[in-house]
């Protein structure tokens, strides 16, 4: 399995070595070049060899599990209102990845209104404008609308 390396914005990362949890920092610009996803294998001076993905991505994403819905109005020859079940697989302050139980009548592009709640102590309830920013199946990746720069609930939710 491989582990997730986070990259700065110096294309520097710490590498934290799974066996001896040792820490090392590399410059990793000759691989930064390179848009598609980086794997590579890193080796620790203890002798460990293992796999890291270079995570490229400017905001932190929290892994996540949360049922919820969407809305989709479709606005060809007849404007119909579609709505939908979803799973919240992760989350960021920018957007997050959603997986449908159907396919969708949306395409990238479309904007949707989704809802659902945080798995927080105060079961929090999310309802957001969004952008369809890329799909792979049934599998959705969606960015805010507007910016989240005053919303401490997600704030709080993403770093606890």
């Known amino acids: 399995m491989a582990v997730n390396v986070y990259v700065?914005?110096?294309?520097?990362?710490?590498?934290?070595?799974?066996?001896c949890q040792k820490t090392g920092i590399?410059?990793?610009t000759k691989f930064i070049q390179n848009k598609n996803a980086t794997r590579l294998k890193a080796r620790c001076s203890c002798g460990h060899s293992y796999e890291?993905?270079?995570?490229?991505?400017?905001?932190?994403?929290?892994?996540?599990?949360?049922?919820?819905?969407?809305?989709?109005?479709?606005?060809?020859?007849?404007?119909?209102?579609?709505?939908g079940t979803m799973t919240v697989k992760d989350i960021s302050y920018s957007g997050l990845r959603i997986k449908l139980q159907l396919m969708p009548r949306f395409k990238v592009g479309d904007?949707?209104?989704?809802?659902?709640?945080?798995?927080?102590?105060?079961?929090?309830?999310?309802?957001?404008?969004?952008?369809?920013?890329?799909?792979k199946g049934l599998t959705a990746g969606l960015a805010y609308s507007s910016p989240q720069t005053h919303d401490s609930v997600l704030g709080f939710y993403l770093f606890n």
């Open 52 to 83: 890291v993905f270079l995570e490229k991505r400017k905001k932190f994403r929290k892994q996540a599990n949360l049922p919820g819905t969407y809305k989709f109005s479709s606005y060809n020859s007849e404007s119909q209102e579609h709505i």
């Open 111 to 135: 904007t949707l209104f989704i809802e659902f709640r945080l798995d927080d102590a105060n079961r929090s309830q999310i309802k957001k404008k969004v952008v369809v920013k890329n799909m």
């Open 26 to 28: 590399k410059d990793l």
């Open 8 to 19: 700065n914005d110096d294309n520097t990362a710490t590498f934290v070595c799974p066996e």
